[in-house]
């Protein structure tokens, strides 16, 4: 049974970091996409950060661009989150999630995903 647990939320102030991971088993993650997505507080759930397998190419929702690093190891079954300048409208519900058969940009914009993970909170508030 395919698995993706979060870990690394919490409160933060304003300016702060913090680092997101998402442990994947019951699949090889080798052979999919990996990728963040947030549901902030009366909004849908939307994509901030995807990466392929292999090379690893990267996709950033242009609000995170230059403050949000995605990674994966895949010799974990990993995938990372590292946040900083951390903004109040960061604030929600972060969840981890798998695709395959697409683009980072098209499983992030599209939510073209196949596992979901529980998410983890996160809160930017001073």
């Known amino acids: 049974q395919a698995l993706l647990v979060e870990s690394g939320g919490g409160v933060v102030q304003p300016g702060g970091s913090l680092t997101l991971s998402c442990a994947a088993s019951?699949?090889?993650?080798?052979?999919?996409?990996l990728g963040w997505f947030q549901k902030a507080p009366g909004l849908e759930r939307e994509g901030i950060s995807c990466?392929?397998?292999?090379?690893?190419?990267?996709y950033y929702r242009g609000s995170v661009k230059g403050r949000f690093t995605i990674t994966r190891d895949d010799t974990k079954n990993t995938v990372t989150l590292h946040m900083k300048n951390l903004k109040p409208d960061d604030t929600g519900v972060y969840y981890c999630?798998?695709?395959?058969?697409?683009?980072?940009?098209?499983?992030?914009?599209?939510?073209?995903?196949?596992?979901w993970g529980q998410g983890t909170q996160v809160t930017v508030s001073s």
């Open positions: 999630a798998a695709g395959q058969f697409e683009t980072p940009e098209s499983m992030c914009v599209f939510l073209k995903t196949k596992f």
């Open positions: 019951g699949f090889s993650s080798t052979n999919y996409l």
């Open positions: 990466i392929s397998g292999g090379v690893g190419v990267t």
